[in-house]
C-alpha cells in the first residue's frame, strides 16, 4: 500500500540546514492501523507529510497504492490527495463558513459525485458516529471532540485508501481522545481502513498494530505491539 | 470546469451569507457609493447639456439657423427663401430674423442691447418664447410702437437677480427709448416682458418686421439669419442635407452643430472632469476590495491550506474569492442604482437651481453599463491578486500561518 525508500527531507533555513529525515525506508500493508511517535522534532509530521504528498523529500522515493508519486505533476497530486487520501488534522481544520454536514461533503461535491449520493453518504457517515442530529450545525456549536469526529467523516467519506492523522488527538482530552481512537479503531477494524496517525502519547499505542518509532530522522524502532 | 466553477461559488455564497456581516454591508456600501459617484456626476453634466440644448432649440435657433454665406452680411431675398424653406420635408416652420445693434433708455440708464425684428405669428411656430412671458403680452403681427424686452436688459425688481447692466426694472407698460444706428430714436410702449431662463433670449428685445419696415422706411426683404423648427420626428442632420439640396447657398446649421461650436470645449472640459472622477472611484473600488479580500484571504490561510491538502484546486479556491467580490459589487450596483434613480427623482422635482435654468441629473443608460462593466473588470481584479498570492503558497507554509 505505502512503500517508501530512503526519504530524506532537509530545509535550508539560511545559515543552518535542518535534516528533518535522515532516510526513512518502511513499507505499510493495507489495513494496517500504523503509530508514527517519537519527540518533539524527531521528524514524525515531516514524514506524514511526506507519505500524505503535503510535502517533497529532497530525496527517496515514495510508491503510494502503486504509483511512483513522484512521476505525478502538482496537479495529479491533487487529485490523487482528493481521491485516494484522506486527512485529519489536530486543530479539526473545519471551514468556518460550512455547515457540519457541508464539511463532510465538500470534497464529494469536488469529486463530481451527485447531489442525492453525497447526501446519502453524510448522513450516513455522520450517523455512524453519532453526530446525525447535527448535520446544520455549524463548527462553533461543537464541542472539539464532535468536531474532530465530524474532520475524521469529511476524511471518511470518500472511503480513501489511505487515511493520515496528524495528531488528531492533541486538543482533546482523555475522554475525548478515546473516543476518537475508538472511532478510528473501529474504521480500521470495519472497514479494512489502512492508517497512519502521528502521536506523542504513549497510552495511544494500544490502539495501533504496528508502532514506528522516529529520533532525530531516522526510525529507531518499527514493529507489531506484540513485537 | 464547470463542476469546479459550481464548487466555488458555492464556497462563496457561503462564505458571504455566514461571513463577517459588518464588513459584507460596509463593503456593498462603499461599492455603492462609488458607484453612485461614478454616475451621478455625469448625469449632472448630460443634464447641464440636456438644458443648453433645450434652450438653444427652444428660444433660440430652433432645430436649425440658416445664416447668410460667409461672404455676405445678409439673407438676400428672406421671405422667398423662407417659403422654400417652409416647403422642404421634415420642417415645421422656419421665422425670419432681423437682428440689429441699439441703443435702449429708461429713467436715466442706457443699455446696448441686440433688437430681433420678427413675424411673432411665424414665430410662435418656431420657439417657445411667447410662452414665457413674466409681464404682459407676446407680440403679434402688424403691431406697431410696441416692444417685448428680455428681464435680464429690463432688469429684476429685486436686483441681486441680473446678471449684469439693466435699465433698471421695466415692467409691461412702460416706456422706452430706442435709439437705432441710422440715427432714429423712437419711444416703445414696452408690451411684455420675456424670462425663459436662457440668458441669450432674456437679454434681446424684440419688434414686430412691420415696425423694422416702419423705421426704415422702406419693405424689408433681408435677413440677418433664420430659425427652423423641424418635425418633431425629423433627424436634423438629414433636414439640413435635404436643405442644401434645394440649392441653397447659405450657411445651414443643425443646433448640435451649434452646441458643439458654443459648448464644446466645455463639453470637452466636463468629459475630463468625468474620467477624473471615474478614474478615482474605481481607484477607491480597487483598494477597497484589493484590502477586504486580502485581509479574508490573509485571515484564511491555514484553512486555505487545509483545503488544499484535502484536495481542493487552487483554482477552486481563488475563484471562491472572485465570486464573493463579484456577488459584493453586483450587490454594491444594486444599492448604488437605486441611490442615484432615488437621488434622479428627488431632483427631478427639486431640480437644481442654476443661471441657466433647472438642471435635472440625466441618467444615461449607456453610462450606466460602462460604469458596470468597468466597476466589474477592476473588481475581478481586485479578488484575484491577492487570493492567487495566498492560494499560491506550498501547503504546509499556509497551514502553518
Known amino acids: 500500500m505505502i512503500i517508501a525508500e530512503n526519504l530524506t527531507r532537509t530545509y535550508d533555513m539560511g545559515k543552518v540546514i535542518v535534516h528533518a529525515l535522515r532516510g526513512v525506508s518502511l513499507t505499510i500493508q493495507k489495513g494496517e492501523f500504523i503509530g508514527i511517535m517519537g519527540a518533539s522534532g524527531s521528524g514524525k509530521s515531516t514524514l506524514l507529510h511526506l507519505l500524505g504528498l503535503l510535502d517533497k523529500p529532497t530525496k527517496g522515493r515514495i510508491t ?26 489536530q486543530d479539526y481544520a473545519l471551514v468556518p463558513e460550512l455547515t457540519v454536514e457541508e464539511n463532510v461533503y465538500l470534497t464529494s461535491m469536488i469529486r463530481g459525485t451527485s447531489k442525492e449520493e453525497y447526501q446519502a453518504q453524510t448522513y450516513s457517515i455522520l450517523e455512524r458516529i453519532g453526530l446525525s442530529d447535527r448535520l446544520n450545525h455549524k463548527h462553533n456549536e461543537l464541542s472539539g471532540g464532535q468536531q474532530q469526529r465530524v474532520a475524521i467523516a469529511r476524511a471518511m467519506v470518500n472511503k480513501p485508501e489511505i487515511l493520515f492523522a496528524d495528531e488528531p488527538c492533541a486538543n482533546l482530552d482523555s475522554e475525548s481522545s478515546r473516543n476518537v481512537l475508538d472511532l478510528f479503531k473501529q474504521i480500521n477494524k470495519e472497514m479494512a481502513q489502512t492508517i497512519v496517525m502521528v502521536s506523542h502519547e504513549d497510552w495511544h499505542t494500544e490502539y495501533f498494530d504496528r508502532v514506528i518509532i522516529l529520533r532525530d530522522g531516522l526510525i529507531i524502532s518499527d514493529g507489531k505491539k506484540s513485537d | 470546469m464547470l463542476l469546479d466553477l459550481r464548487v466555488s461559488f458555492f464556497l462563496a455564497i457561503r462564505g458571504i451569507l455566514r461571513g463577517s456581516r459588518g464588513s459584507l454591508y460596509l463593503t456593498i456600501l462603499i ?136 435699465l433698471g426694472y421695466l415692467k409691461a407698460g412702460d416706456p422706452v427709448t430706442v435709439e437705432y444706428t441710422n440715427g432714429i430714436s423712437k419711444v416703445y410702449h414696452v408690451k411684455g416682458i420675456i424670462e425663459t431662463g436662457s440668458y441669450y433670449a432674456d437679454q434681446g428685445a424684440y419688434i414686430t418686421w412691420d415696425e423694422l419696415e416702419s423705421v426704415y422706411g422702406r419693405d424689408m426683404d433681408l435677413a440677418t439669419d433664420m430659425i427652423v ?62 484590502i477586504v479580500i486580502m485581509i479574508k484571504t490573509l485571515n484564511s490561510r491555514r484553512q486555505i491550506g487545509v483545503l488544499k491538502a484535502l484536495g481542493v484546486e487552487k483554482n477552486i479556491i481563488i475563484h471562491n474569492y472572485v465570486f464573493q467580490v463579484l456577488i459584493m459589487t453586483t450587490l454594491g450596483v444594486i444599492v448604488g442604482t437605486t441611490l442615484v434613480e432615488s437621488m434622479v427623482a428627488i431632483l427631478t422635482v427639486y431640480p437644481f437651481q442654476f443661471p441657466d435654468g433647472e438642471v435635472t441629473p440625466v441618467v444615461a443608460i449607456s453610462d450606466l453599463i460602462n460604469n458596470t462593466i468597468m466597476l466589474y473588470i477592476v473588481a475581478f481584479i481586485a479578488g484575484y491578486i491577492p487570493a492567487w498570492r495566498v492560494a499560491s503558497e506550498d501547503i504546509l507554509t499556509a497551514m502553518r500561518s
Request: glycine share 6%; hydrophobic share 40%.
Open chain 2, 31 to 166: 461599492i455603492a457609493m462609488v458607484f453612485t459617484n461614478m454616475i451621478f456626476m455625469p448625469s449632472i453634466i448630460l443634464g447641464f447639456i440636456k438644458v443648453a440644448e433645450d434652450q438653444i432649440i427652444t428660444y433660440q435657433t430652433g432645430n436649425i439657423l440658416i445664416s447668410p454665406h460667409e461672404d455676405e452680411a445678409y439673407i438676400e431675398d428672406a421671405f422667398a427663401l423662407q417659403e422654400k424653406i417652409n416647403r422642404i420635408p421634415g420642417v415645421l416652420r422656419a421665422s425670419v430674423h432681423y437682428s440689429t445693434g441699439v441703443t435702449l433708455r429708461y429713467k436715466g440708464n442706457t443699455l446696448g442691447s441686440n433688437l430681433v425684428a420678427i413675424n411673432p405669428d411665424d414665430e410662435r411656430l418656431v420657439t417657445d418664447v411667447y410662452q414665457k412671458m413674466s409681464d404682459g403680452y407676446y407680440l403679434a403681427d402688424g403691431e406697431n410702437d410696441e416692444i417685448i424686452i428680455g428681464i435680464q436688459t429690463s432688469g429684476h425688481k429685486d436686483e441681486s437677480l441680473d446678471m449684469g447692466a439693466t
Open chain 2, 229 to 290: 423648427r423641424t418635425d418633431p420626428d425629423a433627424y436634423e442632420p438629414d433636414v439640413k442635407t435635404q436643405i442644401y439640396r434645394f440649392g441653397i447657398r447659405e450657411k445651414v446649421q443643425t443646433w448640435q452643430d451649434l452646441l458643439e461650436e458654443a459648448m464644446g470645449r466645455a463639453v470637452q472640459n466636463f468629459a475630463m472632469l468625468n474620467s477624473i472622477t471615474i478614474i478615482v472611484s474605481l481607484i477607491i473600488a480597487v483598494v477597497v476590495l484589493f
Open chain 1, 64 to 89: 503510494l497504492a502503486g504509483v511512483d508519486v513522484k512521476t505525478l505533476n502538482d496537479r495529479q497530486r491533487t487529485r490523487f490527495r482528493l481521491k485516494r487520501l484522506g486527512y485529519v488534522f
